[in-house]
T-cell receptor, first 112, second 110 residues
């Protein structure tokens, strides 16, 4: 069964460093998303991406964040200068548009 | 403010019983709803989707949507200890994104 894959599963970084989280969405899906979940809190939408551009973003997704689809399979989330409060689980998801979204296994980002 | 509300629980049910999980939403715009199961430290796993008023059944799971009351529920029949997890309700508010509730923790005891 096709699935969304994310790498790495765990990333530890120093405050102020740049991190790139990687995702391979399901191959025939057209919409890609990043969500995050701070420990003990709800899953929060960050950004959606369709047709090689951002279709929607939340208030969390400020200038420190960017997304890219560098080739036909990968979808990345970059955080330019990490803060302690960026520590969270980051989930990539994909769907064919306004249908069920499938989530990857997540990347646990720890900023120290 | 578009929100999805859930009781955080825990909801404790004995093995074999029916677990009833509920969710309300704040805006009549929302059209589609999704139930996800999340085990501790893991990612959300899609259980059910429901797009129109009424009931939708899939195995031991039944999702119910009542748009007039802005209410969504998930029934789990013959609950098993392996069903113990946090159940997340999410609505799309007719957009491409999902807005999640805080989740209800379900505990099924033998």
């Amino acid at each position: 069964e096709p699935e969304v894959t994310q790498t790495p599963s765990h990333q530890v970084t120093q405050m102020g460093q740049e991190v790139i989280l990687r995702c391979v969405p399901i191959s025939n899906h057209l919409y890609f998303y990043w969500y995050r979940q701070i420990l003990g809190q709800k899953v929060e939408f960050l950004v959606s991406f369709y047709n090689n551009e951002i279709s929607e973003k939340s208030e969390i997704f400020d200038d420190q964040f960017s997304v890219e689809r560098p080739d036909g399979s990968n979808f990345t989330l970059k955080i330019r200068s990490t803060k302690l409060e960026d520590s969270a689980m980051y989930f990539c998801a994909s769907n064919r548009g306004r249908t069920e979204a499938f989530f990857g296994q997540g990347t646990r980002l720890t900023v120290v | 403010q578009k929100e999805v509300e859930q009781n955080s629980g825990p909801l404790s049910v004995p093995e074999g019983a029916i677990a009833s999980l509920n969710c309300t939403y704040s805006d009549r715009v929302s059209q589609s709803f999704f139930w996800y199961r999340q085990y501790s430290g893991k990612s959300p796993e899609l259980i059910m989707s429901i797009y129109s008023n009424g009931d939708k059944e899939d195995g031991r799971f039944t999702a119910q949507l009542n748009k007039a009351s802005q209410y969504v529920s998930l029934l789990i029949r013959d609950s098993q200890p392996s069903d113990s997890a946090t159940y997340l309700c999410a609505g799309d508010y007719n957009t491409d994104k999902l807005i999640f509730g805080t989740g209800t923790r379900l505990q099924v005891f033998p």
